[in-house]
T-cell receptor, first 114, second 111 residues
């Protein structure tokens, strides 16, 4: 069963804690993306990676960090420096070769800060 | 910053009616895509239209693109209650750069 998986589905964090959100894909896609979605809003890009061991900041990278040690994995860490982390986080991937322009999304992780 | 802006923000129609959503954007694009999101779920790709295309169809979906006006519309014909969702346009500048999403239209189809 191919696709993108995100875990956990729900995550609760105390203020001052770092948490890591998992994103895995078995589509052999080159690029992976992290977005943040606030209630009633569109998606804002946090980080993206087009190749292993390389990633770029998006529009709202402050307070977040990522790694891309393997092609299929792109975990996102929400650090204590992120002042308002409560949101819905979406991971996506895309095949760059062959001209495919479609992004495929995971089911999302809802993070709540207590 | 948001590249695409959808209009209206919310739309409520009866089952069987057509639903039209509009998207405006600011900079040049390689293609424009429409995605659907059911409440609390990930986004699902619906349709892509390239900058050299004016209209595209997929099942009950019809997308138009006017690059001179920097606008696109998504028409869903013969709507069903299951079409209730948020719909987002996303612009792609090309060169494998990232998509920029609009703020979405919340469509409610009443049975």
């Amino acid at each position: 069963d191919g696709g993108i998986t995100q875990s956990p589905k729900y995550l609760f964090r105390k203020e001052g804690q770092n948490v890591t959100l998992s994103c895995e894909q078995n589509l052999n896609h080159d690029a992976m993306y992290w977005y943040r979605q606030d209630p009633g809003q569109g998606l804002r890009l946090i980080y993206y990676s087009q190749i292993v061991n390389d990633f770029q900041k998006g529009d709202i990278a402050e307070g977040y960090s990522v790694s891309r040690e393997k092609k299929e994995s792109f975990p996102l860490t929400v650090t204590s420096a992120q002042k308002n982390p409560t949101a819905f986080y979406l991971c996506a991937s895309r095949l760059l070769a062959g001209g495919s322009d479609t992004q495929y999304f995971g089911p999302g992780t809802r993070l709540t800060v207590l | 910053s948001q590249q695409g802006e959808e209009d209206p923000q919310a739309l409520s129609i009866q089952e069987g009616e057509n639903a039209t959503m509009n998207c405006s954007y600011k900079t040049s694009i390689n293609n424009l895509q429409w995605y659907r999101q059911n409440s609390g779920r990930g986004l699902v790709h619906l349709i892509l239209i390239r900058s050299n295309e004016r209209e595209k169809h997929s099942g009950r979906l019809r997308v138009t693109l006017d690059t001179s006006k920097k606008s696109s519309s998504l028409l869903i014909t013969a709507s069903r209650a299951a079409d209730t969702a948020s719909y987002f346009c996303a612009t792609d500048p090309g060169s494998a750069r990232q998509l920029t999403f609009g703020s979405g239209t919340q469509l409610t189809v009443l049975p």
